[in-house]
């Protein structure tokens, strides 16, 4: 067999061969070196001559050598030869016998058509850490061979056990998968676990955490009821990844969720998580959009901190990109907020996302927001259905290489008997004290009208009665009574012209004054104030209403 061409790929023949080129010392050298020419020339002698690689004796190297060997020859790939240490790893193998009934092992391992392929094409052929019969991983090199006294030509097979590189790597490999799940347990604790459910929304969000290492990102949502019917909804992204990113969206998380129950203007809860985000981490840079519904408005009312534009499509499918105004992501530090608007009525749709959704190293992202515009504009359903459609559209797939969170809320336009359960009713308090007793008329006029049990229609009689009075001696025109219910709770709300926010004490028995908002705390479910957008204030207590059935 000619085995002159695969022999000088031998391990250790280069090697060789640049020993005997240094030992050869050149007639015009001699007598250069520290050692004297005679001396030199005694070395030599004593030297053995060293036999070319040509005259070793090959089927004794392979059979000596601890790497497997197979020569097969032909287009069924018949058994030439194994070496020792093949027959130790797969048995002895009869000579002559067709590759696939000889050597199942091969055809198990998927090589028989590689074996094909190396014939075809005269070229080696190299597969990497395959686990064959009884456990052990091997490198496996195909290499053409002429054999001599055969018109087809032969494969040489050569394996190389690498089961313990094969066993680290998978070891290493399944380390970064508990690592990974570790990271993304730790991302999904820090998201609400449960989204609230507005009366007067249905919401969904998805988070999708991107490509398959450990490095998990910060993005994240809220949903946070703030009570009188007004629902806050906020969205972000901490720059970075990893568990530092997830650890600071946990904290900005916590920290608008307690800056939420302030109910303060959009911009204003940015301002706080600007100065927070700061001292967290000055060099930690997150983005942020913090939005508020309120159903009796009509409208979203938002702030954004570097983030992408909300997307609102309204009842007759046309989609509104709410841009302006935004200001620098949270942690920068020196800018003041503001807060805009966009009309989100019944039978509107809200998108709010992070850039993972829309954002792709080969396209502007522009681009990206205008194809989740033109999605959006065709997506119907529940929002949990939209949200799986817009992931969908926009090629979020488990191998995506960015985190992606979608958060998507509805106003339903309800007709009909569920109509009937969401109703509004308001008076404009004009006048002096004659204006309480028109307000204990209108509130249990309507009260009577929406059918509530005598109990809690006096409940909400009282309560009105108390918001009024406290607004007729400490507010300033104008004033105005606003009833709502919905289909779990009755809410009360009287709006004046004065910021000064009510604050629940106890009335000594001498007092005059100071008992009002102490007894609506009392008979009440809930209660609460905030500043209004154009100076004044609104007090409001809630009631839930008794579950049918």
Same mark, same amino acid.
């Given at each position: ?358 954002? $792709? !190293?080969?396209?502007?992202? %522009? /681009?990206?927001?205008?194809?989740? *515009?033109?999605?959006?504009?065709? +997506? &119907? ?123 629940? $004490? !106890?009335?000594?028995?001498? %007092? /005059?004054?100071?008992?009002?908002? *102490?007894?609506?705390?009392?008979? +009440? &479910? ?24």
């Amino acid at each position: 067999m000619n085995f002159t061409r695969w022999s000088a790929r031998l391990p250790g023949t280069q090697r060789r061969a640049a020993a005997r080129t240094e030992h050869t010392v050149s007639p015009d050298r001699r007598g250069e070196g520290s050692v004297p020419a005679a001396r030199v020339e005694r070395l030599t002698e004593d030297v053995p001559a060293m036999p070319a690689v040509d005259e070793l004796p090959v089927r004794e190297v392979l059979d000596r050598i601890p790497a497997l060997v197979a020569l097969v020859h032909g287009p069924d790939h018949r058994v030439a030869y194994v070496n020792d240490a093949y027959a130790a790893a797969f048995g002895p193998r009869p000579p002559g016998e067709p590759a696939r009934e000889a050597l199942p092992e091969l055809e198990e391992l998927g090589l028989l058509p590689l074996l094909d392929q190396v014939l075809r094409s005269s070229r080696p052929r190299t597969v990497k850490s395959r686990k064959a019969p009884g456990g052990r991983s091997y490198t496996f090199t195909c290499t053409p061979v002429d054999v001599p006294g055969d018109t087809s030509r032969g494969v040489l097979v050569f394996a190389a056990d690498v089961t313990d590189h094969a066993e680290a790597a998978e070891r290493l490999r399944a380390s970064e998968r508990e690592q990974r799940r570790t990271a993304v347990t730790l991302q999904r604790s820090l998201l609400p676990q449960e989204l609230e459910q507005p009366d007067d929304l249905r919401i969904a969000a998805t988070y999708q955490p991107g490509g398959t290492e450990a490095a998990v990102g910060g993005d994240w949502y809220d949903v946070i009821t703030l009570g009188g019917g007004r629902t806050a909804l906020v969205i972000g992204d901490v720059m970075g990844r990893g568990v530092r990113a997830a650890a600071v969206m946990g904290q900005l998380r916590t920290a608008v969720r307690a800056y939420a129950r302030l109910d303060l203007p959009p911009h204003e809860v940015l301002q706080l998580l600007d100065g927070l985000a700061m001292e967290i981490d000055a060099n930690q840079i997150a983005t942020c959009v913090y939005a508020v519904h309120d159903p009796n408005e009509g409208r979203l009312v938002y702030a954004s901190a570097g983030h992408l534009p909300i997307l609102v499509r309204d009842e007759n499918g046309q989609v509104l990109r709410a841009d302006e105004p935004t200001g620098p992501p949270l942690g920068t530090g020196g800018w003041m907020h503001a807060s805009g608007s966009v009309p989100l009525g019944p039978g509107s749709t809200a998108v709010l996302y992070t850039d993972g959704l829309v954002e $792709r !190293r080969d396209a502007d992202l %522009d /681009e990206g927001i205008a194809a989740l *515009a033109s999605a959006l504009a065709g +997506a &119907t359903g529940t929002p949990q259905v939209i949200c799986d459609r817009l992931l969908r559209s926009a090629g979020v797939t488990a191998g995506h290489d960015d985190d992606v969170a979608v958060l998507v809320l509805q106003h339903p336009a309800r007709t009909g008997p569920d109509g009937e359960l969401f109703r509004n009713a308001a008076l404009e308090l004009l006048g002096g004290v004659e204006a309480a007793p028109r307000a204990r008329a209108f509130a249990s006029g309507v009260l009577t009208s929406w059918r509530f049990p005598t109990d809690l229609h006096d409940l909400g009689v009282l309560a009105a009665s108390e918001l009024v009075a406290n607004s007729l001696q400490h507010g300033t025109p104008p004033m105005r009574l606003r009833l709502r219910r919905t289909d779990r709770r009755l809410i009360i709300e009287v709006t004046d012209g004065d910021d000064q926010l009510p604050r629940r $004490r !106890r009335a000594e028995p001498a %007092d /005059e004054a100071g008992r009002g908002i *102490a007894i609506v705390a009392t008979i +009440a &479910t809930n209660w609460g104030s905030r500043r209004t957008p154009g100076g004044g204030k609104a007090v409001w207590c809630e009631f839930a209403l008794p579950c049918e059935g």
